[in-house]
T-cell receptor, first 119, second 116 residues
Framework: AQTVTQSQPEMSVQEAETVTLSCTYD???????LFWYKQPPSRQMILVIR??????QNATENRFSVNFQKAAKSFSLKISDSQLGDAAMYFC????????????????FGKGTHLIIQP | GAVVSQHPSRVICKSGTSVKIECRSL??????MFWYRQFPKQSLMLMAT?????????EQGVEKDKFLINHASLTLSTLTVTSAHPEDSSFYIC????????????FGDGTRLSIL
């Protein structure tokens, strides 16, 4: 079974600064997907960024980028120019790319990091 | 595009009641839908996976007779919490996946279930 670990229960950053959220995972698979989701107080799950394991290039979406280290099984999220609207819970998630007998696999989530933005 | 609608958003009911939660993909066909549960200040835990036209696959520790899942069409999956008790109070959230393997899951807005 896969596991996802987020070692930072809470992080705080000044507005306009840069913050990095860490995530490590454990898997024996070679092909998989990794995601970062944002969950504001409304509890909506908002996809921030995703990475396909077979791609060496780190994914980037505007102010959000990842540092994907496949050998180290590390998938950190960097938020540049932090904004007040970035305050939320951030979850790292793993999904196998291999379809099991029952079809696609669900997501395995880390415990989350509560990001606080200081004005 | 890729909108998932979940209904109701909030349910408060008495212990012993059965509650049905619907998850609909509005603008795409969902070959697979997932149901997650999130307790306060915790992460999302996968409960079950449902594929259209077949029986749901439940994660270890999830009672299939307690949490009935039906995926009758490519746009609708339902979760019924049978004879709900206070310990079933939680946030339930569904997600849907198209048949394209590298696409992310699309989440509904969740249902907050409170059993008195």
């Amino acid at each position: 079974a896969q596991t996802v670990t987020q070692s930072q229960p809470e992080m705080s950053v000044q507005e306009a600064e840069t913050v990095t959220l860490s995530c490590t995972y454990d898997t024996s698979e070679s092909d998989y997907y990794l995601f970062w989701y944002k969950q504001p107080p409304s509890r909506q799950m908002i996809l921030v960024i995703r990475q396909e394991a077979y791609k060496q290039q780190n994914a980037t979406e505007n102010r959000f980028s990842v540092n994907f280290q496949k050998a180290a099984k590390s998938f950190s999220l960097k938020i540049s120019d932090s904004q007040l609207g970035d305050a939320a819970m951030y979850f790292c998630a793993y999904r196998s790319a291999t379809y099991s007998g029952g079809g696609a696999d669900g997501l395995t989530f880390g415990k989350g990091t509560h990001l606080i933005i200081q004005p | 595009g890729a909108v998932v609608s979940q209904h109701p958003s909030r349910v408060i009911c008495k212990s012993g009641t059965s509650v049905k939660i619907e998850c609909r993909s509005l603008d795409f066909q969902a070959t697979t839908m997932f149901w997650y549960r999130q307790f306060p200040k915790q992460s999302l835990m996968l409960m079950a996976t449902s594929n259209e036209g077949s029986k749901a696959t439940y994660e270890q520790g999830v009672e299939k007779d307690k949490f009935l899942i039906n995926h009758a069409s490519l746009t609708l999956s339902t979760l019924t919490v049978t004879s709900a008790h206070p310990e079933d109070s939680s946030f339930y959230i569904c997600s849907a996946l198209t048949g394209v393997s590298n696409q992310p899951q699309h989440f509904g807005d969740g249902t907050r279930l409170s059993i008195l």
